[in-house]
């Protein structure tokens, strides 16, 4: 891939209008991804360096090698004439030594750390350099473990971080060699994290074990494969959402962070599923914890609000939540600090 065709690319796939005003933290790991989506944006605002900030979050370990990474991503910013922040964990916030536990109190670090960012310097949106790769490795991890239809969609292309900061990845229509293409051709180097061979994180073993014996033994184009299956239940997730939406302002009658009353009339005609879909809708339009509940607490809800003999008068949720039923109305409470 040419730097020219990266880049039309990249402006098609993040439109310059959409961000071209408003601040945008870019977060850097050093890797081939990170620092790509960093040069890229940078190439395309002819006003880098006013709005672009770039953020490293250095996890505490891998040493000499870590502090390599940290010299580096400054070093790039700095060439790049774009401010520059940079934060070290500590134990109370990493503080597992390895595997898959590890990562995730490490992602969560790092992305508090770059909201605090984002808030300090007033950007809009912070921009990650997940690509279509990673994509069908979060897919495929998610069939492993276990999904629902929403889990298929994979990583998505935007999601809320809180209220008027937007977590975007423009690079996730790229894939990883495309990425590593466009660096060569412009000479630009990059940091290789000896970590992410190891076998000890789920990802690694799917990326460099699992996928490659896909692709030998059953389909060359197996990532392509995953990747029109993230497509296909998105286009359907996002249809079932719709529907749900609907079925929501038929049956609720009042809700706020605290309390939500709902006519389950509503909900008699439908099924099993649909009625969960419209309790999730629910959950995401209040903005109530859903972090907690599997599809089976989905379907106590259902059975429980659409219970026409009214066997159980009331019933615990996760979170704290506690649904009643009076009459036909069903009433879930909860307090705003629950999660």
Known sequence: MTAPHFLNRLADAWPYAEWQDVVVVVAVSGGADSTALLKGLAEIHPLASQWLVAAHYHHGVRGAEADADETFVAQLATSLNIPFYCKRADDSEV???????FEAAARAARYDFL???ARSTGARFVAVAHTADDRAET??????RGTGLSGLMGIPRTRELTAGITL??????????????????????????????LFDYT????????????AQDYNAAVVDALLRLGNLASDAQLAIQDSAARQLER??????ECEIRFDTTSLLDLSQFMVCEVFIELWRRFDWPRQRYGRDDWRRLALFATDVQKQIPKMMLPAAVLAERDREQLILRRTPSAS
Do not use: M
């Open 203 to 214: 990802r690694n073993r799917i990326r460099h074990d699992l996928l490659p014996k896909l």
């Open 115 to 117: 909201l605090q960012t």
């Open 139 to 144: 897919i495929l991890q998610r069939i492993l």
């Open 251 to 256: 049956g609720l009658l009042y809700g706020d």
């Open 95 to 101: 503080n597992f030594d390895t595997g898959d536990g």
């Open 168 to 197: 975007i990845r423009p690079l996730l229509a790229f894939r990883r060699d495309e990425v590593r293409e466009y660096l060569c051709e412009c000479g630009q180097n990059w940091r290789e994290d000896a970590s992410n061979l």
